[in-house]
């Protein structure tokens, strides 16, 4: 959780590592530029091959925002409509009126939520094609919530990471091919 | 359900061995999805990631939780892992060795997806066609371009 900011001060609004849940969670105590960044990344992926396979893929975000992940990257192909609002509780009445692709949405709505984390939406399916493109041949595959978290060794280590899981591409949001 | 590879049941451990779904189950499409299910559900993983994410793996329920919040009813249960499993044992990862996506049709909706890897798509271009009669109005983002046309 990125509870810290570079300087070490402590963001008061994040609440989890006030919980007894986080009362390990204290701060590198060394002072490599590494302990600065963002400790923990997720990506959240429908199902691919049907939008509605997983439509609490279009919430979680929100829930992991407000919590302090530092780095969010979010994969949806799909654009937003009238009918998705009656249980898609990220979007509004304006996105489906501009039929905004729900990643790029997503990415404005959570920016205002939590502007001191990382947020990426991208604009694509997630196929056998493409998957490494997002993912690092290390991360682990969830079932429809996908982590990536870039443990030191190969295998999921219990400890906390210290970087983040994935390289961003050049601009926030991309559209892929 | 929270899957973590070689540690817990996959998905394959719990869906495969039995017949496959013939494809007569209900979907979003014909019954509809209740909103709050979807809410319950995204707390209940969200707070499985922030635990996975905190590092405090063995408080994960390491369950299948399933619920129906129209008659108040939850289940959970846990799942074992099947030691012939095709994905988490035998590593037969056949989904990841699929062909090229076909094209679908998407769910609640009139409209097909059609995945176009090779050649690039000009929406403007693509915008100034649709805005051709019998299309009354055309709307353009980055994203996307569309036209809406009254049906008699």
Request: charged residues 20%; contains cysteine.
């Amino acid at each position: 959780m990125r509870a810290y900011r570079a300087d070490g001060t402590f963001t008061p609004w994040i609440l989890l590592p006030k919980t007894p849940l986080f009362s390990n969670a204290t701060p590198a105590k060394s002072s490599s530029p590494a302990s600065a960044k963002p400790v923990s990344s997720v990506s959240l992926l429908p199902a691919p091959s049907s939008s509605d396979a997983a439509p609490s893929a279009q919430q979680r975000p929100s829930l992991l925002a407000r919590a302090g992940v530092g780095r969010l990257r979010i994969l949806d192909r799909d654009f937003v409509e009238p009918s998705n609002l009656q249980r898609q509780s990220l979007f509004d009445e304006s996105d489906a009126r501009d039929s905004l692709p729900k990643a790029v949405a997503a990415q404005q709505k959570l920016r205002s939520v939590n502007s001191s984390i990382s947020i990426e939406g991208i604009v694509a399916d997630l196929t056998s094609q493409n998957a490494t493109n997002f993912f690092p041949a290390s991360t682990s595959f969830w079932t429809a919530l996908t982590i990536s978290k870039r443990a030191s060794s190969s295998t999921i280590s219990p400890s906390r990471t210290t970087g983040p899981g994935f390289t961003p591409p050049p601009s926030a949001v991309t559209a892929l091919p | 359900m929270t899957i973590r590879p070689g540690l817990t049941a996959c998905l394959a451990c719990l869906l495969e061995g039995e017949r496959a779904a013939s494809g007569v189950e209900e979907t979003c499409d014909t019954v509809g999805v209740l909103g709050p299910v979807v809410q319950l559900i995204s707390s209940l993983e969200s707070a499985e990631a922030l635990k996975f994410l905190a590092g405090k793996e063995d408080a994960l329920h390491g369950r299948l939780i399933s619920s129906d919040v129209w008659s108040g009813r939850f289940q959970s249960v846990e799942i074992s892992r099947n030691a012939d499993c095709r994905a988490c044992a035998r590593r037969d990862f056949s989904y990841l060795e699929g062909d090229a996506q076909p094209h679908v049709t998407m769910c609640g909706r009139d409209s097909v997806q059609i995945h176009e890897r090779f050649r690039s798509l000009d929406l403007a271009a693509s915008a100034r066609a649709l805005l051709l009669p019998p299309n009354p109005s055309v709307t353009m983002n980055s994203f996307s371009a569309s036209a809406f046309r009254r049906m008699k």
